[in-house]
């Protein structure tokens, strides 16, 4: 019977659905993660009479009968919307307000992206993730800086002792994606291009749609707590029909099996 095959594939589709709908639970209070959705797709379909056929009467047939086998999920769609910002007053914090990406160096050597602006210092002064991976390109802060600041155009510069003017020490190389969504997740707030992604776009903050850098606050988690939850009820109560579709198919068959006893 196709129905308890057609309905299994509900039910394992809606169990993924429930994973993403955990993970983007688990990031709400993450500082720049971007929640997923999960896209799906029907199956094949059994063609019992095509549409189009003539019929008996010389008629075409108008619709034709075909019967689905279910469903599957085919994508996680990256949801790229911008999250709350949060105003921390640490100089070190830097919201991204458009489309750019941080670049951080990896233990690898290979370079990463990330929206994530919860930079730290390291012990040689260096601007780095909370992973200790760099900025790139390398921006390191003066051992006897008196204040720090970040422009909007990604200009850093440092108040040092004896100097009444801000002397810039680097700038804040921004990249962004013509297809962010295609980007692969690597954990820690990170991402790396991929063929759909597109090779990344280099630039400057405030230009070309990269977006301007905002000091001293945070961009927060995109996660919609009252959504998701919305979706997980939608997801059970889903899961649920599902299973009662293969339970009421297993209940015709053995209605049909009880025949040969009549």
Do not use: C
């Amino acid at each position: 019977m196709r129905a308890l095959w057609t309905a299994a594939t509900g039910m394992q589709s809606q169990q993924l659905t429930l994973d993403i709908i955990a993970n983007n639970l688990a990031n709400v209070q993450t500082a720049g993660f971007k929640r997923s959705r999960l896209d799906f797709q029907d199956l094949v379909y059994e063609t019992l009479q095509a549409p189009g056929n003539a019929s008996a009467q010389g008629r075409e047939v108008p619709s034709g009968l075909q019967v689905g086998h279910g469903a599957r999920a085919v994508s996680t769609y990256r949801l790229f919307i911008k999250g709350d910002l949060q105003h921390t007053g640490n100089p070190l914090d830097v919201a991204v307000e458009g489309d750019g990406f941080f670049q951080v160096l990896q233990a690898s050597g290979e370079i990463a992206y990330t929206q994530a602006g919860s930079l730290k210092k390291d012990s040689q002064g260096k601007l780095v993730t909370s992973e200790g991976f760099p900025l790139q390109p390398e921006i390191t802060i003066p051992q006897d800086a008196i204040s720090l600041t970040i422009g909007v155009d990604g200009t850093v510069s440092v108040g040092q002792p004896g100097t009444l003017t801000a002397q810039q020490i680097g700038t804040i190389e921004m990249a962004r994606f013509v297809n962010p969504a295609g980007l692969e997740s690597l954990g820690r707030n990170l991402f790396r291009p991929t063929q759909a992604s597109g090779d990344p776009i280099l630039g400057t903050a405030g230009r070309e749609g990269f977006g301007t850098l905002l000091q001293g606050f945070v961009e927060m988690s995109n996660v919609n707590v009252v959504e998701e939850m919305v979706n997980l009820i939608v997801g059970q109560r889903a899961y649920e029909i599902n299973s009662r579709a293969i339970r009421t198919a297993d209940e015709m068959m053995q209605t049909a099996n009880n025949l040969v006893r009549f």
